[in-house]
């Protein structure tokens, strides 16, 4: 899936008012009221603009988990398909050496026995009778040598033909694991997109939001005295940010270096389930996680040290952080609350760190974190591998 480049308005294509002409318009009515117009054109304008990008990389961020999707589960079919074409493989080999054994003994007990002719020549009845009953008892072992052999060639039949759908479904797995990491390409890429928009138009917002209230507040005769009022506001919003993140306790590290990514018991585990919808989205028939019933607002940890290499909304994984830890071993964490997300993509974060709030986002059906562990590409299962590194997850 080849990447798509992102047309992002800039901000100087708009012309933006002047504090000093907010100033001077607000002593006349007219201006002022073509000023609040204007300014609530360029706030629209600004949230369009995120709006739009989010939406696409929201759509490549649903191919994406779409691909993977698709490639997890075929990398599932072809472990399943070799284990078994292996186990009958063996079964043929043990069922070829029954044969071979069977074979034997029926050349032990009369195969190249020289005393027929003798028996045939002696013209004794006694002796005729016992070649008969001896004939007979031969031809029997030869049908069960036949049968033998008939069941050891079916079962290497068999065996081959597994063998060759493994082959063919290494081969779609492979193909659909570049279509994953091409689509992965494309995802981040309008992910960043989304983020340099927002990046953007946020720090304009801001002062076109001040400007706005500025003109509406008939109290505040001066730029500087609201400038200062905002001041205040702000810092005030600051404090109470850092003060909840200091009270939420960092993630346990273990001496291995990995952390518990979250507080709560494990309300459903790795492996197939219903097909869950929430949020407009529906969930896959096969849960490639974790779900930590955490509760809202509840902190999410980073399990171990790493790049954050997503960060933003992911479809039906609502909001969603993805950290690469290196040796081909990443987590990640969904569902993550409205505004909860506390990194960014490119980020370095320590295990343990506190990296995102809990929520309910995508397809969910309420407060919880989805923990993803991921090795070479593939999502694994969390619960033993953490567990290895003498961590617990519920």
């Not at 939406?55 to 691909?67: F, I, P, Q, V």
């Not at 043929?92 to 003798?118: E, F, H, I, M």
Request: one cysteine or more.
């Amino acid at each position: 899936m080849a990447g798509t480049t992102f047309a992002v308005a800039p901000a100087q294509a708009a012309t933006y008012p002047s504090w000093d002409e907010l100033q001077a318009a607000k002593a006349n009515t007219a201006a002022a009221a073509a000023a609040v117009e204007q300014i609530t054109s360029l706030i629209a304008q600004l949230e369009q603009n995120v709006e739009t990008t989010r939406a696409e990389a929201e759509l490549r961020m649903t191919e994406y988990l779409d691909a993977q999707q698709r490639y997890d589960d075929a990398a599932r079919k072809a472990a399943e398909l070799q284990a078994l074409a292996q186990q009958t493989a063996t079964e043929a080999a043990t069922a070829k050496q029954n044969a071979g054994q069977v074979a034997a003994q029926l050349y032990r007990s009369g195969g190249g026995d020289l005393s027929v002719d003798l028996f045939l020549e002696s013209g004794d009845d006694v002796a005729t009778d016992a070649l008969l009953s001896k004939l007979g008892n031969m031809e029997k072992m030869v049908e069960r040598t036949s049968e033998v052999y008939r069941s050891a060639q079916a079962k290497t039949n068999n065996a081959q033909s597994l063998e060759d759908q493994a082959a063919v479904a290494e081969a779609e797995r492979e193909k659909l694991r570049i279509a994953a990491e091409q689509a992965l390409a494309a995802a981040q890429e309008a992910q960043a997109a989304a983020e340099a928009a927002l990046a953007e138009s946020q720090a304009k917002k801001i002062e076109l939001d001040q400007q706005l209230a500025f003109m509406k507040d008939a109290e505040a005769k001066t730029t500087a005295a609201y400038e200062e009022g905002e001041r205040i506001k702000r810092e005030e919003e600051e404090r109470r940010r850092q003060e909840a993140l200091r009270t939420g306790a960092p993630g346990a590290v273990a001496s291995s270096g990995w952390a518990r990514p979250a507080a709560g018991y494990i309300s459903d585990g790795f492996g197939p389930r219903p097909v869950i919808c929430g949020g407009g989205y529906c969930s896959s028939g096969y849960h490639y996680a974790y779900d930590i019933a955490t509760g809202c607002w509840a902190p999410i940890y980073a399990a171990n040290s790493g790049i954050v290499t997503i960060a933003g909304w992911s479809g039906s994984y609502g909001n969603y952080v993805k950290i690469n830890h290196g040796g081909g071993i990443s987590t990640g964490y969904a569902h993550i609350s409205e505004g909860g997300i506390l990194v960014g993509s490119g980020q370095w974060v320590d295990a343990g760190q506190q990296i995102a709030w809990s929520g309910t986002t995508g397809a969910s059906t309420g407060c919880h974190l989805h923990f993803e562990v991921w090795d070479g590409g593939t999502r694994i299962n969390p619960g033993p591998f953490m567990a290895d590194r003498g961590v617990g997850l519920g």
